[in-house]
């Protein structure tokens, strides 16, 4: 079992910044990828950015050169700095391992931490 931890979301202004946390912990599998996803009210869950083992990283087009992904694979954690934000990017921020044993593939997914962006 695998818990996955996020901290610094909050409240901030528009044009603001933040930078979001996640530790994972437990009994750690091979890992494939790390990445953050986002909810709205009312919206489907989204990607907001992932990076692969691989060494493949992908951002969501709405956030792309404000925010940045960052993993330490040896610490088993993955931050996301996002700049100049906007209302719109309000929503509860999940933290996402996705794992291999073998042939299998599993997801992991933290409890999430709320971004709000208002003035």
């Known amino acids: 079992q695998v ?8 409240l901030v202004q528009p ?4 930078r979001l946390s996640c530790a994972a912990s437990g009994s750690i599998f091979s890992i494939n990828a790390m990445g953050w996803y986002r909810q709205a009210p009312g919206k489907e869950r989204e990607l907001v950015a992932v990076k692969h083992t691989d060494g493949i990283t992908t951002y969501a087009e709405s956030v792309k050169g404000r925010v940045t992904i960052s ?7 993955v931050s996301l700095q996002m700049s100049s934000l906007k209302p ?5 921020y999940f933290c996402h391992l996705r794992y291999y044993i073998g042939a299998r593939v599993g997801d992991y997914w933290g409890q ?4 709000t962006v208002s003035s």
């Open 112 to 115: 999430g931490t709320q971004v």
């Open 15 to 18: 044009g603001g910044s933040l």
């Open 88 to 92: 719109e990017d309000t929503a509860i």
């Open 71 to 77: 993993r330490d694979n040896a610490k088993n954690t």
């Open 3 to 10: 818990e996955l931890v996020e901290s610094g979301g909050g």
